[in-house]
T-cell receptor
Framework: ETGVTQSPTHLIKTRGQQVTLRCSSQ?????VSWYQQALGQGPQFIFQ???????GRGNFPPRFSGLQFPNYSSELNVNALELDDSALYLC????????????FGPGTRLLVL | GENVEQHPSTLSVQEGDSAVIKCTYS??????FPWYKQELGKGPQLIID?????GEKKDQRIAVTLNKTAKHFSLHITETQPEDSAVYFC??????????FGAGTQVVVTP
């Protein structure tokens, strides 16, 4: 077990809706990263938060946004859902942004119809 | 940006044999190379990692080698067991921790 939890485990939404996914990191882990994993592919980096501020972003549009809270929890928000947003969404945490080892949660499976 | 290529996409081995997965990366600034194992319905689990100042690292039946000049790194699993069956991902990152993953290798260990 990595100590990283995510909720919900599964979610079904329709195109155009908005969704919020949640992640709880290990205590003391100040850095959280979010990844999108389409079926049969490797995870793709969405963005990273360090001490509640965005610390880097991958090639994802602004309708993907995030928040990190002082209690080591974080959120991924996706607006105006598209069919291609269907994927497994993973969060990963590490103690410090200079500490490369990232520990993944089990993911949230999102299906957009 | 970084691009990581991983081969093969599928690998079938007999129990007890060795398995080798190879990756290449493009960004010479990458300095950290983890390997993750992902079982069905679960998140990726770190199994071994290597940093750019080291050429080889071993942990029981698992070893990783890194050739910085050629920008290659490989995962070696010896004495494979049925529980080694999973999808394996290589990844590369620079110092601030954005992981770029390969496409994955489905490993099947047959008894």
């Amino acid at each position: 077990e990595t100590g990283v939890t995510q909720s919900p485990t599964h979610l079904i939404k329709t195109r155009g809706q908005q969704v919020t996914l949640r992640c709880s990191s290990q205590s003391g882990h100040n850095t959280v990263s979010w990844y999108q994993q389409a079926l049969g592919q490797g995870p793709q980096f969405i963005f990273q938060y360090y001490r509640e501020e965005e610390n880097g972003r991958g090639n994802f549009p602004p309708r993907f946004s995030g928040l990190q809270f002082p209690n080591y929890s974080s959120e991924l928000n996706v607006n105006a859902l598209e069919l291609d947003d269907s994927a497994l969404y993973l969060c990963a945490s590490n103690p410090d942004r200079s500490q490369e080892t990232q520990y993944f949660g089990p993911g949230t499976r999102l299906l957009v119809l | 940006g970084e691009n990581v290529e991983q081969h093969p996409s599928t690998l079938s081995v007999q129990e007890g044999d060795s398995a080798v997965i190879k990756c290449t990366y493009s960004d010479s600034a990458s300095n950290y190379f983890p390997w993750y194992k992902q079982e069905l319905g679960k998140g990726p689990q770190l199994i071994i990692d290597i940093r750019s100042n080291v050429g080889e690292k071993k942990d029981q039946r698992i070893a990783v080698t890194l050739n910085k000049t050629a920008k290659h790194f490989s995962l070696h699993i010896t004495e494979t067991q049925p529980e080694d069956s999973a999808v394996y991902f290589c990844a590369a990152s620079d110092s601030w921790g954005k992981l770029q993953f390969g496409a994955g290798t489905q490993v099947v260990v047959t008894p």
